[in-house]
């Protein structure tokens, strides 16, 4: 009896240990945070249906939804960890699973790796054009988080990274970016700017005491 009620606890802790875990990684690309993800597609998809003249290929439409989530995934993942060391001192993001030390930072790196892997597999029937863009668009994803130690202005770079979803949306339909995927580009860009510097003035006071630099 006393055999049996041991298992049980047993194997309860060790399912409870796998749910923190996947809770965990959940968090490190923030599936409980699906806001991010909105904010890519909208402009990204708008791009699409103005590149396809309203009419685009639902399969098309398919790949930038899941490529849009995969690469926000993996950029998070980056995120946490480059900013691994501060993170813990920044009220905000002090609950993070880096900063709690609940997964560690090779793992983190290995989920962003996996992530842009099949982001990169998934865009690859697409025209040469988007493929192409598909390289600044990662590295500059990579990029970002760690322009923040130097960068006057880290929101304008994450502006770019932002709206690289658009080019690549009219270059998928066209096999180039017209000047009016351009102009899209740019005010985008302008547009992520200003709500995140709304954002980041949250953290102002962490950033200016950690020398981390910021538009806010």
């Known amino acids: 009896m006393n055999d049996n009620v041991a298992r049980q606890d047993e194997a309860r802790s060790r399912w409870q240990k796998v749910g923190a875990r996947i809770d965990a990684y959940e968090r490190l690309i923030r599936l409980d945070k699906p806001i991010g993800t909105l904010l890519l597609l909208w402009p990204t998809l708008s791009a699409l249906w103005l590149a396809s003249f309203g009419t685009p290929?639902?399969?098309v439409a398919g790949i930038f939804v899941l490529g849009t989530l995969l690469m926000r995934s993996a950029g998070c993942a980056v995120n946490d960890y480059a900013d691994r060391e501060f993170d813990?001192?920044?009220e905000r993001t002090a609950r993070r699973p880096l900063a709690?030390?609940?997964?560690e930072p090779w793992e983190a790196l290995a989920v962003a790796a996996a992530l842009a892997f099949f982001a990169l597999l998934l865009i690859t029937p697409l025209n040469r054009?988007?493929?192409?863009?598909s390289v600044p668009a990662l590295a500059i994803s990579?990029?970002?988080?760690?322009?923040?130690r130097f960068f006057l202005l880290p929101q304008a770079f994450l502006g770019i990274a932002f709206s690289f979803g658009i080019p690549m949306a009219f270059a998928s339909a066209s096999d180039g970016v017209s000047e009016l995927g351009w102009w899209m580009f740019g005010i985008n860009l302008f547009w992520v700017m200003a709500y995140?510097?709304?954002y980041a003035m949250v953290d102002r006071r962490d950033d200016v005491k950690l020398g981390l630099k910021t538009s806010a």
């Open 57 to 59: 290929s639902w399969v």
């Open 129 to 133: 054009a988007t493929l192409l863009l």
């Open 196 to 198: 995140d510097t709304e």
């Open 142 to 148: 990579i990029a970002y988080p760690f322009f923040k």
């Open 100 to 103: 709690l030390r609940e997964i």
């Open 88 to 90: 813990a001192h920044v």
